[in-house]
């Protein structure tokens, strides 16, 4: 079983930055690789980023060269920063886990990129 808690969330200004955090907890050594999603309204649940146990990291294109995904081990906590935010990037970004038998999600953080 593994908890995941998003944070870092909230209103920033077009060209701004912000950094989410994904706090997990539970049987980690069992997490193969994590990843953010992000769900604007009416929108699917999209791919964000991806970063495996061995460190390796994707990025949907449309955030690919603005967004890096990394990981501090010792705090057991996945961290999204997210730079040049644009009015498209505004939704909740969810944490995801996956496991060999299961996938594990956070509750959720909201961005809202406006001026």
């Known amino acids: 079983q593994v908890h995941l808690v998003e944070s870092g969330g909230g209103l920033v200004q077009p060209g701004g930055s912000l950094r989410l955090s994904c706090a997990a907890s539970?049987?980690?050594?069992?997490?193969?690789?994590m990843a953010w999603y992000r769900q604007a309204p009416g929108k699917e649940r999209e791919l964000v980023a991806t970063i495996t146990s061995g460190g390796s990291t994707n990025y949907a294109d449309s955030v690919k060269g603005r967004f890096t995904i990394s990981r501090d081990n010792a705090k057991n906590t996945v961290y999204l920063q997210m730079n040049r935010l644009k009015p498209e990037d505004t939704a909740v970004y969810y944490c995801n886990a996956v496991a060999p038998l299961h996938v594990y999600w956070g509750q959720g953080t909201q961005v809202t990129v406006s001026s």
């Open positions: 539970g049987t980690i050594f069992s997490v193969i690789a």
